[in-house]
């Protein structure tokens, strides 16, 4: 909520292949795009939380920064209502343009959005102010393939492997057709990551994370600050591992950490005795999500 030397303000960056999108842009997001060594060209979209200072103040100096590049594809912008308004107020104040599109979303309720190869969901989540929770949740892979199957079935090496693999019916000389389910293993999972800041513990959350690889979840106080935490439209460490135990994700990373608390060490013991593959994020942390085998 309030930067330290050793924490910035929130913003978590997903990269998939050569695409970048950023969930939240706190202050100093950019400084810490270039830090991490990101690279604004690869940056495709900003998934706003919420209109907390702490989540959007960022963005002004995001985006001019941006426009000093030359960009010429559109920057994708979801977020809550409001967040047209807040783009519109900047272009009147900074008197601030763009050479590219800014395409806004406004996101009310529960929203989905098919991107090819993965989609986008959102649900509204328990603050105290109207804020969301995203998902970024893959396509199944086609399943592996059984090269000893193709040849048997007197499919020659060469492109119509590729073809089969990707997805395509072939007809061999002869007329003989092979389809793709003769040769390849059952569809693999896609990945799935959820971003859930500012939050209490919400089934809201629970639900979108069912079965994610990984939850980025808030953790803001330990215990002895529960009932503080749940006032203020927070969770503890210990209440993000309940939510990441009940959607029985594979990780959880606790963000947007009170700067109270130089000393994270309590937190995480606090959240591992719920949900023992919790991890807390430091600024500039990169944590992989392998593809499923
Ligand atoms: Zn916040
Ligand atoms: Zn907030």
């Known amino acids: 909520m309030i930067p330290s030397l050793e924490r910035s303000l929130p913003s978590t960056a997903l990269k998939r292949d ?14 810490q795009v270039m830090r991490a060594g990101i690279g604004f060209g690869g940056i495709s979209s900003v998934l706003i939380s919420h209109l907390h200072g702490d989540h959007i103040t960022g963005l002004p100096g995001f985006l001019m920064t941006l426009s000093q590049t030359n960009r010429l594809k559109p920057l994708y912008i979801f977020g809550p209502p409001g967040i047209k308004g807040f783009w519109k107020a900047l272009g009147r104040t900074l008197g601030f343009k763009t050479g590219y599109e800014v395409v806004i979303e406004e996101i009310e309720g529960d929203y989905q959005i098919d991107r090819g190869g993965y989609r986008i969901s959102a649900t509204p989540v328990d ?74 513990p919400c089934k809201g959350v629970v639900n979108l994370a069912q079965g994610a690889d990984l939850l980025v979840h808030e953790g803001v106080f330990g215990e002895e600050l529960r009932k503080e935490a749940n006032l203020r439209g927070h969770s503890t460490a210990a209440q993000a591992a309940e939510v990441a135990k009940e959607a029985g994700v594979g990780r959880l990373i606790l963000t947007h950490i009170s700067p109270r608390y130089r000393d994270v060490r309590g937190l995480l013991a606090q959240a591992r005795a719920v949900f023992p593959p919790t991890t807390i994020a430091k600024d500039l942390m990169e944590w992989e999500v392998p593809v499923h085998k």
């Open 127 to 200: 603050h105290t102010t109207f804020c969301l929770a995203y998902a970024l949740i893959e396509a199944k892979r086609p399943g592996k393939f059984d090269k000893a199957k193709a040849e048997r079935l007197g499919v020659p090496a060469g492109p119509l492997f590729g073809r089969l693999q990707r997805g395509e019916e072939i007809a061999l000389p002869g007329g003989i057709l092979v389809k793709p389910s003769d040769v390849l293993g059952p569809p693999r999972k896609g990945r799935k990551v959820v971003y859930a800041v500012d939050t209490r």
């Open 18 to 31: 050569s695409e970048v999108i950023l969930f939240d842009c706190g202050e100093g997001t950019q400084v």
